[in-house]
């Protein structure tokens, strides 16, 4: 009997069965994921147990999981962890051409890792007028290229570019220029403090609870290792600055 002829009764009970197994078809599904990424991340702690996973996701890879480590590292595995690629993803398009599906993803993660961190623990240079661009800067206050950076500020704000600023003592946490940037999260004018110690001049000693440590962290565990190391607000990295004319360029703004 077709469909057509079915009582409203037995199209009901149709369409229960169907349901039913619909159900049993994504709770089957979700459990076969569940026990792959169980079984790549056992495997993975046999070879060594020190390794920390982050998480175990299907990849876009056709038979392929993404594994994350908390480091930052992917590792690209079968389901059976038997075979692993490490290194980056890329989709190849006619549109696009080779698009880095990982770097994507991370710049994702940047994003709202970034956006995470209050306003009150950045020092903060707003655009003048309308805003067309926002960066975080990990900053060091004895570094060459960040002094230049920092001169240029006014030229950046009056193209709209909003500048946040992060602590990134490259001398590491306790050394003489993080107790100084430390002063300047602390004193009670930080964006009027942090411009004195760019110009090469001493920050009077002030102590506080602040957040120079912890960025420093957070700037190592984004793959920080220079400064200025610059982040659009997309999460994308720009390694240096150059010029005002190259960083606008990058951004997508017209003066």
């Not at 569940?34 to 890879?61: C, D, F, H, M, R």
Request: charged share 20%; with cysteine.
């Amino acid at each position: 009997m077709s469909d057509k002829g079915l009582s409203f009764t037995g199209q009901s009970q149709l369409l229960s069965k169907l349901l039913l197994a619909l159900s049993l078809s994504i709770s089957f599904s979700t459990a076969a994921v569940a026990s792959v990424e169980q079984e790549i991340t056992e495997k993975i702690k046999l070879i060594n147990e020190n390794i920390q996973i982050e998480s175990v996701v299907v990849s876009p890879w056709p038979g392929m999981y993404e594994v994350t480590l908390i480091s930052g590292e992917v590792i690209f595995s079968d389901k059976n962890a038997q075979y692993m690629v490490v290194g980056q993803m890329f989709q190849l398009s006619r549109e696009n051409g080779f698009v880095n599906l990982s770097e994507q993803k991370n710049q994702l993660k940047v994003k709202a890792v970034l956006a995470a961190v209050p306003a009150s623990e950045q020092i903060i240079y707003p655009a003048a007028g309308a805003e067309k661009a926002v960066i975080t800067v990990f900053t060091d206050i004895d570094c060459y290229y960040c002094q230049k950076l920092h001169k240029n500020i006014p030229k950046l704000q009056a193209s709209g570019v909003t500048i946040k600023y992060m602590a990134f003592p490259r001398a590491g946490v306790g050394s003489p220029v993080a107790r100084q940037m430390e002063s300047i999260w602390c004193s009670d004018d930080p964006a009027a403090a942090l411009t004195i110690a760019k110009s090469k001049r001493e920050v009077p000693k002030v102590e506080c609870d602040n957040p120079v440590t912890a960025q420093f962290q957070l700037g190592h565990k984004l793959g920080v290792n220079a400064t200025p190391t610059i982040f659009t607000e997309q999460g994308v990295k720009i390694a240096g600055f150059a010029s005002v004319e190259n960083l606008l360029a990058d951004l997508g703004v017209k003066e």
